[in-house]
């Protein structure tokens, strides 16, 4: 027999469960599918592309809106037998999972054999973790629990293979939803916080994943009976932002329930009042439908701790004919044990067997334990003292297994977790010990390292020291061989000096009669010309005016230009450019060939020819050059060059 607490507080669905209105977790799903819609697409041909296209749009057209609805969902066989017949092979895997989640989840073995012919059809690692995760989450559900979790390690392991940890960690959280099933909280809070710790490194709001952990650590502390938790976290999870999740009225509907579960036993009036919350929450989001039997439940629970009975007894009949915990069976009898009960505080005492001995099926230890006790407290009050006796012992034996069991679980954790301490001291002496370890062993480094520096320091600098010593005596050979060099390059060149003296004063004499002589004829010639020639030709200044012409057709572009520029400039101006150095020696060659043309009267569209520059260049130029001169204007730039 497995041993299980009561399942009072809530029935906990996996967020990959299916619900009528459509979550964040299927959303998810339909993401993962489009993955492996994308793989299959890569691989067909455009005639199928033409098919493929609007292809469930058509199909829902012409059988009245739901196209999968149609097939023999009681017969999985039959239906990937069609699907295949009649769905492009690109959107078989999409309509197969279409065709899982049109199926009622009240056979198992239906669901069970689809999930095999998905991966027989259809096989791709991402489809093995999915049809795994469904494996398990039935698993949970029917309490097989080392069969889950044979699913949800074997789903983790394929996720984690495929990068996707956020898709394995919905594994985990499978698996501690199943721990709590079984009570053994620690393990799954601990499960709880490592998947909060990931969701907050990868997401920087509240998410529904957040949502639906801030629940589940709840009520994990609910059933642990750690109620200060509890009610810390319910009114976390209250205060929450949830402006950016699905349907954020089912969060707040559910925390609203965590609440009341909270007051159920100490404030039965404040769990009613937040039962009602939660009813007001789901009609406000949902106007036209009818409350779930499960609120009716929720009430009915919170009137029977008041003490009002008769409000308590048609909510709690109006919920056991609807069945508000579906296929959960863990969760499914405590409805006629709280309607046994109800009917037992009434006095209605065939009624209350009735009820409670039908929930005598439950695999909850802690609810068999409450029903054989109401059952011996019925015949007690028949006067059935035998019977009476019978169902106390066996309430009593149940009792004992379970804190027994209690006991032995905490033992275990208990010792578990002085072993991890002791395991955390040992590791964090070991750490400290290789800290101080490699401390010392950075300290003789470092030491032997200064040492091998300092002498190092010390052999460079002598070193040095040599061979400057050696570049000394080699320096004073040198200037000993070149004072005797000098003295021999003077003598020589003293020598040579009186000789060329010498052939110049003849060169003297000989240029000065030859001079002499050539003013002479050039007196004589003046004078023939003067009788010969009629009116005189043109002046000097025309032929200067020549000169500055020829200087206005010459361009400046490169180096050489500029060179043949400055000698025809000096031969028409003579001592102009030496003259501007000096009076303003901090000119570029740029500014001062842009002045050489200037003084020539150029304009700056000539300037710009000559120079091989833009018209707008010449005009910054101009508006530099009058900064540089201490001008206000360009205009006074012209003024002032014409004047130099």
């Known amino acids: 027999m497995k041993i299980l607490s009561p399942l009072e507080g809530r029935g906990i669905r996996y967020h990959y469960r299916v619900v009528p209105d459509m979550s964040s977790a299927l959303r998810r799903l339909k993401l993962l599918l489009w993955c492996i819609i994308a793989l299959t697409v890569s691989s067909c041909d455009d005639t199928e592309d033409n098919e493929v296209e609007g292809f469930f749009e058509r199909q829902n057209a012409a059988h009245e809106g739901d196209y999968i609805a149609t097939y023999p969902l009681s017969d999985p066989d039959s239906c990937i037998a069609r699907l295949k017949q009649e769905v492009p092979k690109a959107l078989q895997p999409w309509a197969c999972l279409s065709l899982w989640y ?178 007001k929450i789901f009609k406000e989001a949902n106007p036209e439908k009818e409350l779930p039997a499960i609120m009716d439940y929720r009430l009915a629970r919170a009137y029977s701790e008041a003490g009002q009975y008769q409000l308590a007894l048609p909510l709690f009949q109006g919920a056991y004919h609807q069945n508000p915990f579906g296929s959960i069976r863990i969760s499914y009898f405590q409805v006629p044990l709280a309607l046994g009960e109800c009917y037992l505080n009434l006095g209605q005492l065939d009624s209350a067997e009735w009820y409670i001995k039908e929930s005598l099926a439950s695999p909850d230890t802690g609810n068999l334990y409450a029903a054989h006790r109401m059952l011996s407290d019925i015949y007690a009050k028949r ?104 003295e021999k390059l003077k003598s020589k060149a003293l020598m040579h000096s009186r000789n060329q003296l010498e052939d110049a004063k003849k060169e003297l004499n000989e240029t000065g009669q030859a001079l002499a002589l050539k003013s002479r004829l050039i007196r004589e010639l003046q004078i023939k010309l003067s009788q010969q020639a009629g009116p005189s030709s043109p002046s000097e200044a025309g032929h200067a005016s020549q000169e500055s012409s020829e200087l206005k057709s010459m361009k400046i572009l490169t180096d050489q230009d500029w060179l043949v520029f400055k000698e025809r400039y000096e031969e028409c101006f003579p001592g102009f450019l030496d003259k501007l150095k000096e009076m303003f020696p901090k000119l570029t060659s740029g500014e001062t060939r842009l002045i050489l043309l200037m003084k020539l009267k150029f304009d700056n569209r000539e300037a710009a020819e000559s120079l091989g520059i833009s018209l707008q260049s010449v005009w910054r130029s101009r508006h530099r050059l009058s900064r540089k001169l201490g001008l206000n204007t360009t205009g006074d730039l012209d003024v002032f060059i014409e004047r130099l």
């Open 102 to 279: 049109h199926l009622p989840r009240d056979s198992p073995e239906v669901n069970f054999r689809l999930l095999e012919l998905y991966e027989e059809n259809y096989p791709h690692d991402t489809v093995f973790a999915f049809c795994q995760m469904m494996r398990a989450e039935f698993y949970v559900d029917l309490a097989e629990f080392d069969l889950a979790k044979i699913c949800t390690e074997d789903a983790y392991r394929r996720y984690m293979e495929l990068g996707r940890p956020l898709d394995a960690s919905d594994a985990r959280y499978l698996q501690a939803r199943s721990y709590i099933y079984q009570s053994r909280f620690a393990e799954a809070l601990e499960i709880y916080f490592e998947l909060l710790d990931v969701l907050n490194k990868a997401s920087s709001h509240f998410s529904d994943r957040h949502a639906n952990l801030y629940s589940d650590i709840t009520v994990a502390y609910e059933r642990s009976g750690d109620r200060p938790q509890s009610l810390e976290w319910a009114q976390k999870s209250w205060k929450a932002d949830v402006s950016k999740i699905y349907n954020p009225w089912r969060f707040r509907a559910r925390t609203a329930r965590h609440l009341s579960v909270h007051y159920l036993r100490t404030q039965p009036d404040s769990s009613i009042y937040w039962v009602k919350q939660m009813q």
């Open 383 to 486: 006067g059935d003292w035998e019977s009476a006796l019978n169902e106390a012992n066996e309430s009593h034996r149940l009792y004992r297994i379970k804190l027994d069991s209690d006991k032995a679980k905490e033992v275990v954790r208990l010792e578990a977790q002085y072993e991890n301490t002791q395991k955390e001291h040992r590791i964090e002496s070991l750490e400290q010990e290789q800290l101080a370890l490699r401390l010392r062993q950075f300290i003789w480094a470092l030491a032997l390292l200064s040492v091998i520096l300092l002498l190092s320091a010390l052999y460079i600098r002598q070193h040095n020291h040599r061979l400057i010593l050696v570049q000394q005596n080699r320096l004073l050979s040198q200037e000993k061989e070149l004072i005797n060099a000098r």
